[in-house]
């Protein structure tokens, strides 16, 4: 831990909201503070704060060496679409340096979920991915993923109860942050959600599934599988040319081995691509004996490719050869249908302005 605050240290300064409560206790041993204002200290951070006045328990001096030492990270509301069909919400964040991101925030019966970006761009290359089109930019800090969540709480006045890990960003690329992420979201003095209602999406970085299960966290890992076959597979995502579809089921059921959890896959159907009865058929080889459920997601067209979504007829049939073979598979509700919610949109649009601006 002392690690993380040199470490920071050294190059500028300390990103608090990403501290546990440890390494703020560490940092005010050197202001001589008692043990109880690291605490309380990190509940104002972790409530997502944006200014150190904020902090009205906090005596002005411990607050303006915090300021000396510290910043804020913030996500700042650029833009926000609100669904009229199902009050959806889609966030353009603004980061400190600038950057973009998006979160979309949805209203289910069982609470309010978020779907939040973990990186700025994503280094995976996904052909039916707006995310991919440009690759990564940087990682995002466990603080920026956590401010997508304290952002939306405090602009809404709600209490978001579930995470997904699903928006911009490959999360297992961004492995450390993601796992800081986790720790601080469901810590009891923090945000206190439960990693039972996190997913932790990925593309398939087979080394880090394997490194994932060391930690034994109870979170939902959700696997973009989208096609059985390596030869689709590898065309739709680059990165099964790295880990194949063999290496990757061998690491979920390591994974299921250690964790004892169920496996989500993530399947877009993409209209003649992926939707014949073949590929339910190897879907089915490929995924005996994984305790698992295949979430069926209708493909969101991006302009840069020709993918299109299967017709409702289609799409039904599909979950029906899934369904008879004996596998769990649902259709995803489409949410936020009038403002554009897939990933990555918003922020391409912008990054397209901003070169206009510049031309
Ligand atoms: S689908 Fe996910 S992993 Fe693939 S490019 Fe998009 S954001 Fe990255």
């Given at each position: 831990m002392r690690c993380f605050i040199k470490r920071v240290n050294r190059i500028s300064k300390i990103d608090l909201k990403s501290l546990y409560i440890e390494e703020i206790e560490e940092l005010l041993k050197q202001e001589n503070a008692p043990k109880f204002r690291a605490k309380q200290v990190y509940k104002w951070l972790q409530s997502g704060i944006t200014d150190f006045d904020e902090m009205t328990n906090i005596p002005k001096d411990m607050r303006n060496y915090l300021r000396s030492v510290g910043y804020l990270a913030d996500t700042k509301i650029e833009r926000k679409l609100v669904s009229s069909i199902d009050g959806t919400i889609k966030y353009l964040y603004k980061l400190n340096d600038g950057e973009y991101i998006e979160s979309v925030v949805m209203k289910y019966e069982h609470g309010i979920t978020v779907c939040v970006s973990t990186e700025v761009g994503c280094p995976m290359g996904c052909k039916f991915c707006a995310s991919g089109l440009d690759g990564k930019v940087r990682d995002l800090t466990a603080s920026e993923i956590l401010s997508q969540i304290t952002t939306a709480n405090r602009d809404n006045n709600i209490r978001i109860s579930n995470?997904?890990?699903?928006?911009?960003?490959?999360?297992?690329?961004?492995?450390?942050?993601?796992?800081?992420?986790?720790?601080?979201?469901?810590?009891?003095?923090?945000?206190?959600?439960?990693?039972?209602?996190?997913?932790?999406?990925?593309?398939?970085?087979?080394?880090?599934?394997?490194?994932?299960?060391?930690?034994?966290?109870?979170?939902?890992?959700?696997?973009?599988?989208?096609?059985?076959?390596?030869?689709?597979?590898?065309?739709?995502?680059?990165?099964?040319?790295?880990?194949?579809?063999?290496?990757?089921?061998?690491?979920?059921?390591?994974?299921?081995?250690?964790?004892?959890?169920?496996?989500?896959?993530?399947?877009?159907?993409?209209?003649?691509?992926?939707?014949?009865?073949?590929?339910?058929?190897?879907?089915?080889?490929?995924?005996?004996?994984?305790?698992?459920?295949?979430?069926?997601?209708?493909?969101?067209?991006?302009?840069?490719?020709?993918?299109?979504?299967?017709?409702?007829?289609?799409?039904?049939?599909?979950?029906k050869l899934l369904t008879r073979r004996g596998l769990n598979a649902t259709i995803r509700r489409t949410l936020g249908a009038d403002i554009n919610a897939s990933c990555g949109q918003l922020r391409q649009k912008k990054e397209e302005e901003n070169i206009e601006n510049i031309q």
């Open positions: 995470v997904v890990m699903m928006g911009i960003g490959e999360p297992l690329d961004n492995f450390d942050n993601t796992i800081r992420f986790l720790k601080l979201v469901s810590e009891k003095d923090g945000l206190n959600i439960g990693l039972r209602h996190i997913s932790l999406s990925t593309s398939g970085l087979v080394n880090r599934i394997n490194e994932l299960s060391r930690y034994n966290l109870p979170i939902t890992l959700s696997i973009s599988l989208h096609s059985p076959f390596d030869k689709t597979r590898s065309e739709i995502m680059p990165v099964n040319k790295k880990w194949n579809i063999a290496s990757l089921m061998t690491a979920c059921r390591d994974y299921q081995k250690v964790t004892g959890r169920r496996i989500s896959f993530e399947y877009a159907l993409i209209d003649g691509v992926n939707d014949s009865e073949e590929y339910a058929e190897e879907i089915y080889k490929i995924t005996r004996g994984i305790m698992c459920h295949i979430n069926l997601i209708p493909v969101n067209p991006v302009k840069e490719n020709d993918y299109k979504k299967p017709n409702k007829d289609k799409i039904f049939r599909f979950q």
